[in-house]
């Protein structure tokens, strides 16, 4: 079984949707959680970030986790074109060296 | 403006050919780090650098082996290129306060995609 599992997609959806992209972790010990997010052609960027279960707003962007059920999402409220990239989620210990990642889920968002 | 820079944005070799690919950063981070990126797979770490000198294996590092002599300097090595390390390259760093512990945020660079024939 796969550290994280996401689903590679891919999402298409008409601009102004709400999209919600999720992922499942297997190991509780991960206390950090992000989303980054990457255009073609460029490295990840980091998104969005958090330690905690429940939600964390930034602009149009909100990630939520679940600790008890080992669930990741990040919803995207009035989608853009300038949305469309693949989303990557990720996981981590504090204090510790390693990411693990999961596959991306790439999202279409069109005009 | 931060930054992480990858020499190679593409390569082509051929099986066999001894491969380098370079990253530098500016930021004067202690952690950097060598993932490989295939549909489906997601990135899946190589290789990573604590401090100069310093090395640990990641999850995949069949093939591959790492130089860091410089605190901004990490060098991915192929020694023998074969067709199935085709594939984008990314290299990352992060600011850590001692051996392995890291702020959590990775900065990239825009990838190195090889092609081996």
């Known amino acids: 079984q796969k550290e994280v599992e996401q689903d590679p997609g891919p999402l298409s959806v008409p601009e102004g949707a709400i999209v919600s992209l999720n992922c499942t972790y297997s190991n509780s010990a991960f206390q950090y959680f992000m989303w980054y997010r990457q255009y073609s052609r460029k490295g990840p960027e980091l998104l969005m970030y958090?330690?905690?279960?429940g939600n964390k707003e930034d602009g149009r962007f909100t990630a939520q986790v679940d600790k008890s059920s080992k669930y990741i999402s990040l919803f995207i409220r009035d989608s853009q074109p300038s949305d469309s990239a693949t989303y990557l989620c990720?996981?981590?210990?504090?204090?510790?060296?390693?990411?693990?990642f999961g596959a991306g889920t790439r999202l279409f968002v069109k005009a | 403006d931060v930054k992480v820079t990858q020499s190679s944005r593409y390569l082509v070799k051929r099986t066999g050919e001894k491969v380098f690919l370079e990253c530098v950063q500016d930021m004067d981070h202690e952690n950097m780090f060598w993932y490989r990126q295939d549909p489906g797979l997601g990135l899946r770490l190589i290789y990573f650098s604590y401090d100069v000198k310093m090395k640990e294996k990641g999850d995949i590092p069949e093939g591959y082996s790492v130089s860091r002599e410089k605190k901004e300097r990490f060098s991915l090595i192929l020694e023998s290129a074969s067709t199935n390390q085709t594939s984008m390259y990314l290299c990352?760093?992060?600011?850590?306060?001692?051996?392995?512990?890291?702020?959590?945020?990775?900065?990239f660079g825009e990838g190195s995609r090889l092609t081996v024939l």
């Open positions: 958090t330690y905690s279960s």
């Open positions: 990720a996981i981590a210990t504090l204090g510790g060296f390693k990411t693990i």
């Open positions: 990352a760093s992060t600011a850590g306060t001692s051996k392995g512990t890291n702020t959590g945020e990775l900065f």
